[in-house]
């Protein structure tokens, strides 16, 4: 009978740690249930149709802290002074709760910004957001065609609704907005209660509408913090609670089952700030800034052969894939990963008579250049003129490197090729590139662009992958323009087929009106800056 009734107790005190664990270490209680039912195991929300409601923090996202996010708006919108102050004020984050950490971390981060330069939330965030979706949650609550999925925040609207609506299909988003004078942010964001005075819940909860189902069929996954609890409350039938080792055993929702896919991204930033990662930045900043600059006077000083090796032992690795074919070709097509295409181009085919022809690189990159650079107007016919004087022999003769991109990708696609390099009616020899930063991004759509080669070379240790494929053999000069095309599609084809990226018919006008806002901006000689687009 004692060994019944001391098994009993044991028991019942591991349910009532598991208990007091739910609604006191994890930070939320499960929503209240009137009919006593168990919580429902999270796969068993994917059948049926209707409405899934979701929780972003903590429930869409593996994550248990909004820190970084808000560390990347303070970072790229607000400078690394904010930066910094937010990473000081972390200590003083962590003894609040979840909701008054958001509310403290969106002052520090949106105060004194201008609303309608605030482009964080649809160029740099949905990057760090999407690395972080919980495979699991999407599979059950998000993918299913079936059910209509309304996602819950705690953060600024402007921080998760481009990045729940555009890449993830979410049909509404309940978030609260941040409260604007003037037309800047007062780093204050509305009340819980302002944000459901303002929303027809009954509408946006109803399934029978959207999807044709039952429209009592509304299931739930909670998340971190208690805003917007009553939702779940009393709208769901049935809600997951995911706990802190439940999170932990997520994973991430793969690149290739992003319903969208992941194309243009902008911010300097090229990891994911933790408080962490942050701190080891900012103590990296002053060396790294010293490394930079040794790094670019040995572009500038010191030969080809002595400067490679220099380069290497302070930090830059690189990979070469030779090929005997392209050694005496004039003109190489190479896909733009960052400012230095051109230049590794030119060292690895030991050539110092290769010029870099450009767009819109600033005026202080061409000054810092190691090689000529060529710059293009975009007047199709001036251009292929000055191209072909170029390769002729005129104007210093030697060789070409042109990115028929017109414009940078991070990511393992290939925009649209001109085919203006296809219309000279030489020889070209493809040229794969692959690079990988760890800290930051030496590009920008919406930045300061002088700083782009100081960036890229700030990076502790900056890769590159350099290959040289196959010269494609092309007409006399002057081709027509469909067979300068298939030569121009063809050179892309090979690139992507090296690299193992997909080719888009996007175009540099397309990366610069989601990014930027704009066609694209260049320098022109009178320092004013003016719109172009993107017809070469």
């Given at each position: 009978?004692?060994?019944?009734f ?6 019942l005190?591991?349910a009532l ?14 929503p ?8 429902p195991?999270?796969d068993?929300?994917?059948?049926g149709s209707g409405?899934?409601v ?9 994550s ?20 910094l ?21 969106a ?7 201008q609303?309608?330069a ?17 495979a ?11 059910r209509?999925v309304?996602c819950?925040s ?8 481009p ?6 299909g ?12 003037r ?21 946006v909860?109803?399934?029978?509408e ?7 069929d509304?299931?739930?996954?909670g998340?971190?913090?208690s ?13 997951y609670?995911?706990?802190e080792?439940?999170?932990?055993r997520?994973h ?7 319903p ?6 902008d911010?300097?930033?090229?990891f ?22 040794a790094?670019?006077a ?9 400067s490679v090796?220099?380069?290497?032992a ?10 005997p074919?392209s050694?005496a070709?004039?003109?190489f ?7 230095l295409?051109?230049l590794y181009?030119?060292v ?7 010029a ?5 690189i ?5 000054i810092?250049s190691?090689i000529?650079?060529?710059?293009l107007t975009?007047?199709r016919?001036?251009?292929?003129a000055?191209?072909?004087a170029k390769l002729?022999?005129g ?9 028929p ?8 696609f290939?925009?649209?090729?001109s ?12 040229v794969?590139l692959?690079?990988a930063?760890g ?7 919406g930045g ?5 080669p100081?960036?890229l070379?700030m990076?502790?240790v ?6 040289f494929?196959d ?5 006399g ?5 469909e067979?300068?095309?298939a030569v ?12 193992g990226?997909t ?11 989601m990014?930027?806002?704009?066609e694209?901006?260049?320098?022109v ?7 172009t687009?993107?017809t070469?």
């Open positions: 009978m004692s060994k019944a001391a098994k009993s107790l044991s028991q005190n591991k740690i598991r208990r007091l664990n739910a609604l006191f270490i994890r930070g939320q209680p499960p209240a249930r009137p009919d006593g039912r168990v919580v195991p999270l068993a929300l994917a059948s409405v899934a979701c929780k972003v923090e903590g429930g869409l996202l593996r248990s802290s909004a820190f970084p996010y808000f560390m990347l708006v303070a970072l790229e919108a607000g400078g690394l002074l904010r930066g102050l937010l990473l000081l004020l972390y200590p003083a984050l962590r003894l609040l709760g979840h909701g008054r950490a958001i509310r403290a971390m002052a520090v981060s949106f105060l004194g910004l609303k309608d605030f482009r964080a939330g649809r160029a740099a965030l949905p990057r760090l957001l999407l690395e972080d979706v919980s699991e949650v999407f599979d059950a609550a998000v993918a299913s065609s079936r209509r309304v819950v705690a953060m600024p609207r402007v921080m998760v609704e990045f729940l609506r555009e890449y993830l979410v049909g509404a988003v309940v978030a609260p907005e941040m409260r604007e004078f037309g800047r942010y007062l780093g204050v964001m509305q009340d819980e209660s302002e944000v459901l005075r303002g929303l027809d819940v009954e509408k909860i109803a399934a029978r959207e999807k044709g189902g039952d429209g009592d509304v299931v739930g996954v998340g971190l913090g805003s917007f609890l009553h939702l779940f409350q009393n709208h769901c039938k049935e809600v609670v995911p706990t080792s439940a999170r932990r997520w991430a929702l793969p690149r290739r089952r992003y969208k896919p992941l194309i243009f991204h911010g300097r930033i090229a994911r700030p933790t408080p962490a990662a942050t701190l080891a930045m900012f103590m990296w900043l002053p060396l790294g800034a010293a490394l930079a600059v790094r670019i040995s572009f500038l000083v010191l030969p080809f052969s002595l090796p220099l380069l290497a302070l930090g830059m690795h690189n990979r070469i894939i030779a090929n074919s050694a070709t004039n003109l097509a190479c896909n733009h990963r960052s400012l295409d051109p181009v030119a690895v085919a030991g050539r110092a008579d290769l870099a022809a450009t767009y819109s600033s005026r202080l990159s061409e810092l190691p000529p650079t060529f710059r975009r007047d016919a001036a251009d292929c000055a191209m072909q002729s022999g104007g210093g003769g030697g060789g070409l490197v042109v990115c991109e017109g414009t940078t990708c991070r990511e393992p290939l925009l649209r090729f085919p203006l390099f296809a219309e000279l009616g030489r020889d070209v020899a493809p794969a692959h690079s930063v800290m930051f991004h030496g590009t920008t759509a300061w662009k002088a700083l782009d100081l960036f070379l990076n502790p900056p890769a590159y992958i350099v290959q494929l010269t494609i053999k092309c007409g000069g002057g081709g027509e323009a067979a300068a095309r121009a599609n063809e050179v892309q084809r090979r690139i992507a087929e090296a690299l990226y080719c888009t018919g996007l175009t540099r006008r397309d990366k610069y009106l990014l930027a806002g704009n694209g901006l260049v320098d000689d009178n320092g004013a800056k003016k719109k687009t993107s070469t």
